[in-house]
């Protein structure tokens, strides 16, 4: 980076900085910026939030790696964030608290909510040191000689300092920053790619077994087997039905109709934006020398592609899409304390927290964190359990707790074991998805049916009349 290029980046951390700036009147307000976003605001939070830089890199070496084939992946977010937007997304408006514990404290008991917080705290934990961890490894080869633990802190505490003031409206006021530079300069990335290697250089870059492979074969392909994005696929649609980060923003909305329309449209955007890093990466081969280590590739696309001082903006776009994620989960985390666990429950204890959790996912990242994908994953087992419990709690009055219950504990048993007896080079996954979601719903059904109902009636449930 050239003096251009740290004053682009200087400059975009001066406007978050300055636009994160509020005002905190309340815990609400802190919490779910009052429940007042409309859809512009909801839809930026909500793609900015999903957009982060774990999955930017792994996406991008999948491009690298596989070519075009690799579209497959941002699929797994289109079809999983529709699958939220059909189940859960009014359903969640509807009950409109603090944190998505709180469902599982009121259908069910209070010991099931401590139980459904502990699993998600667990989870967000890891989320949150691999988006540390992806961060780091951003900026790695714009500081060689600082050690990780290092960079690594002085990232999180940028990122601490940007949001910790405002609260949720701080993280909204970043997304949309974030929002409008990736909009604008990921199709840029993508034009330029295009113009650079050449309409036809995908069938020449890529063996063209890649490329025209049979559905049969591309099952098991060694480039992205589509045995692997199917288990994604029925991952996301059912851990983000739980995700307490986009519970957080579901409960910022100003309505229900709001929230349904920012998250449908957020699926659409997210699955064009990640596209569109997949496709870049897959021309950045096509045109450029190889590289040694395809996790590099959108650095390398933008240090290649874009002119001095618009290089540091790009750079500054991969520390906006780290910011906005960590901001909004460890929000979420600091609402769940607050909620759950009556801790922390003044604007200053919310301050507190966040930067506890803050030294928490830190050090994570250092001490837990190897490779990015895998263990982003893996952080899915503790929300995949709470499946079943959720949408029942929604959805189908006659779940009982016991059903609740036992659901969770067979599915944590069984993603464990899955990890534990296969392995991820087995391919856990598999049966973990496959086989432990149908498991957990039956689980929960069969329970359910089998002891005694609760007579109480809940005003957010399927089929209720709304006031």
Known sequence: MNTLDVAGFALVLVVLVWVGRHRVTSTADYLVAGRSLGLWPLVATLVMTEFNTSTLLSFSAAGYRAGPMAMALPLVFLVGLLFYTLAVARAWKRFDRLSVAELFSERYDASMGRLASALLLLAMTGFSATYVKSLTLIFVPLAPAVPLWLLSAALSAIVLGVVVGGGLNSVVRSDQVGFLLTIVLLPTLLFIGWKTAGAHALSTAFPADQLTVSPVAQWNHPA????????????????????????????????????????????????????????????????????????????????????????????????????????????????????????????????SAIALLAVLCWLGAN?????????????????????????????????????????????????VGCFVVVGEAGGYTWPWAMYGVPLIFATGIVVSLLTPASAKRYPWTAGTPQP
């Open 224 to 351: 992205l087997p589509f045995r692997f994005v199917t288990t994604l696929i029925v991952l996301t649609c059912f851990t983000y039905i739980s995700a307490p980060w986009y519970g957080q923003k579901i409960f910022a909305a100003k309505d229900a109709r709001t929230a349904f329309a920012a998250v449908g449209i957020s699926a659409v955007l997210i699955f064009l934006l990640y596209g569109a890093v997949v496709l870049g990466a897959a021309f950045y081969r096509a045109a450029e020398r190889p590289l040694a280590n395809p996790d590099t590739v959108v650095p390398a696309m933008i240090a290649a592609w874009l002119p001095s001082g618009l290089r540091g903006v790009g750079i500054a776009m991969l520390f906006t899409a780290a910011l906005t994620t960590l901001a909004g989960v460890w929000s979420a985390m600091a609402a769940m304390l607050a909620a759950d666990f009556k801790v922390a429950t003044t604007v200053r204890g919310q301050r």
């Open 367 to 415: 001490l837990l964190v190897d490779d990015i994908l895998n263990r982003l994953i893996l952080a899915n087992i503790p929300v995949a359990a709470l499946s079943f419990a959720l949408l029942a709690g929604f959805h189908w009055r006659r779940a009982t707790t016991a059903g609740a219950w036992a659901s969770v504990v067979v599915g944590v048993a069984w993603g």
